[in-house]
């Protein structure tokens, strides 16, 4: 069985360029995202500062830009002082977010001396849960401050006498949220958040400033909270963040499919919210957005329980979802939906790099892997390039649960008019019938194609593991053809394919 998609593409489509900082990552001091997963003194492929070069280079070849840090939930409990100086004088503490405890091996340096190794940008939450304007304030000396005040000098002291120029700040994390450390209402986190950014631009005008906005488009606060913040700190920031974790639940997998109709609304009602503010305020500067957090989380299964009681482990198994070729088609459909919103969606980070919900797994004194999650992403932030093009669609739809009526096809495009590269990013998402792609790609001039590889498997729940790494990989999709300006070929149920044409030259 099998519908036909019509697609429309054409260079005038031009949403915006393709932004770098789409494809950022989160690496949160949670489970083993660090220890055991970044950092391993002790493993084989470790080197000399107790990073694990396997997940180095796989950091790289997943494309990742940058990099959001040290948490999460974690970071509102978080005295950032234990985590610097001599590694033997730091203390341990309890890490309330996730009943862990926290060793201080790893602080703000080291993990400055493997953005610098991974090749990317850092960005740095401030604690706004217990703490406020001072200790976000000297966190930002400590990191930034050319040397001669107290907090650059202990820095230097420390061996890092180069400031270090953090650009993207994170004003807290999930405030709106009931279950964080000092969750505020929206009136309390709008007066700390404009206060703490109001000092760090007193401290350095050119930082770009994150105001946390709702945890989900379930928050009860959601719109009326994105309001309140922006109404009191428009001047003082730069965007608001978005966080969103979807998963097939009750078996309810029409719905799963269609998440990123979420992703969608979500990021359209916060630009529409504040874009209001903005009427409301007579500014003309654009509030833009952080999508600091996305993924696919099985918040419900037994992974995701913290301990409890008397066990505060250090870096315990927690989060290790295992994704399926059907997690990395929704994947890859929340990517598609990001890219599509370029114009506003100035930053995202994949929650998170390593071992937790992660595209990377590691085994302590092991192996490392690539989820299924791994290759829609690797494969977009390599091949996304020059201007983001919104594609019309013409597809079958299917009913499901959540969202009603929902397309069975999604799909974005990018055009680097200087190299004449065209990239056609397109998700399957019905789980019933094969689509058969036709596009018209006339608008383009003359094109031939140069690679089109489709994710897809059988049985949509098969997954990767250390022992079956492959399982779930892209393939060449043979069936997709060019024949003059026409673009043919099948689209598997539960799919995702990336099909890329250049100019002939
Ligand atoms: O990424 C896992 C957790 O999800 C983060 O700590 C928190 O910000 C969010 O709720």
Redo the contacts with the bound molecule.
């Keep these: 069985m099998s519908s036909r998609i019509t697609l429309a593409l054409n260079p005038a489509f031009r949403v915006a360029p393709v932004r770098r900082r789409t494809f950022g990552a989160?690496v949160?001091h949670?489970g083993r995202c660090v220890y055991s997963g970044i950092f391993e003194p002790g493993h084989p492929s470790a080197d000399e500062d107790g990073f694990r070069t396997d997940v180095l280079a796989l950091t790289r070849e997943l494309g990742v830009s940058s990099v959001r840090y040290p948490?999460?939930?974690?970071?509102s409990g978080y005295k950032w002082e234990d985590g610097v100086g001599p590694v033997e004088q730091r203390p341990a503490r309890h890490d309330l977010?996730?009943h862990s405890t926290e060793p201080n091996t790893v602080g703000l340096d080291e993990f400055m001396a493997w953005v610098a190794k991974a090749g990317v940008e850092p960005m740095y939450a401030v604690n706004l849960g217990t703490r406020g304007i001072e200790e976000t304030l000297d966190v930002l000396q400590y990191a930034n401050a050319p040397e001669g005040i107290a907090l650059s000098d202990e820095r230097a002291a420390n061996g890092h006498a180069a400031p270090y120029g953090i650009s993207m700040w994170c004003l807290g994390?999930?405030m709106d949220?009931p279950?964080?450390t000092g969750h505020k209402t929206p009136e309390e986190y709008a007066r700390v958040a404009t206060e703490a950014a109001r000092a760090m631009r007193q401290e350095d005008p050119g930082l770009e400033l994150v105001a946390c906005g709702s945890?989900n488009t379930s928050m009860e606060t959601f719109g009326a909270w994105e309001n309140a913040v922006l109404t009191e700190a428009y001047d003082h920031v730069d965007m608001i963040s978005a966080?969103a974790?979807y998963s097939e639940q009750d078996g309810d997998q029409a719905s799963f499919l269609a998440s990123a109709d979420d992703m969608d609304y979500y990021i359209d009602s916060v630009v529409a919210t504040a874009d209001h503010v903005r009427a409301k305020l007579k500014r003309d500067k654009r509030i833009m957005v952080s999508f600091d957090?996305w993924?696919i989380?099985y918040q419900h299964r037994a992974e995701s329980r913290p301990p409890s009681g008397e066990d505060w482990p250090i870096a315990p198994v927690l989060?290790e979802d295992t994704y399926s070729a059907m997690d990395a088609v929704v994947f890859g459909n929340l990517l598609i939906s990001l890219l599509r919103h370029s114009d506003r969606v100035a930053s995202a980070s994949l929650?998170?790099l390593v071992n937790?919900?992660a595209p990377i797994m590691t085994e302590p004194g092991g192996a490392s892997w690539k989820q299924t999650t791994f290759h829609p992403f690797a494969l977009t932030s390599r091949h996304a390039a020059g201007e983001v093009l919104d594609v019309r669609l013409d597809a079958p739809t299917f009913e499901n649960r959540r969202f009603g009526t929902s397309s069975a096809a999604d799909a974005v495009a990018t055009w680097d008019e200087g190299s004449g590269a065209l990239s056609l990013f397109v998700v399957n998402r019905g789980a019933d019938e094969q689509l058969d792609l036709d596009a018209d790609l006339s608008a383009f001039g003359d094109l031939e194609l140069v690679e089109a590889v489709t994710l897809h498997h059988e049985d949509p729940y098969a997954a990767n593991t250390n022992d079956a790494p492959e399982t779930v990989t892209p393939a060449a999709n043979d069936s997709i053809t060019l024949a003059g300006d026409r673009l043919t070929g099948d689209l598997p149920a539960i799919s995702w394919s990336m099909i890329r044409l250049a100019r002939r030259a």
């Design positions: 989160f949160e949670l948490g999460g939930n974690f970071v977010a996730w994390n999930e949220g279950w964080q945890s966080h974790y957090e993924n989380w989060l929650a998170q937790v919900i």
